[in-house]
């Protein structure tokens, strides 16, 4: 499985948008804010792997 990691950018209500910080990217994931931990706020550290997001520092 590939890992990968992303940044809060911003909440919108129940989805979050987020960066890839892995790589170069400008593009924004639009994500249901229930499939992430409840504890995310912006700028968050994410870490996507085994199709779960983790917090990390």
């Given amino acids: ?3 990968f990691y992303y940044v809060v950018e911003s909440i919108d209500g129940d989805y979050a948008n987020l960066r890839r910080t892995d790589i ?3 593009d924004l994931k639009l994500v249901a804010r229930a499939l992430l931990p409840a ?3 912006e ?3 994410l870490k996507y792997e085994f199709l779960q997001y983790e917090i990390i520092d």
């Fill in 1 to 3: 499985m590939d890992t």
């Fill in 24 to 26: 170069e990217s400008d």
């Fill in 39 to 41: 504890e995310i706020d």
């Fill in 43 to 45: 700028g968050t550290k």
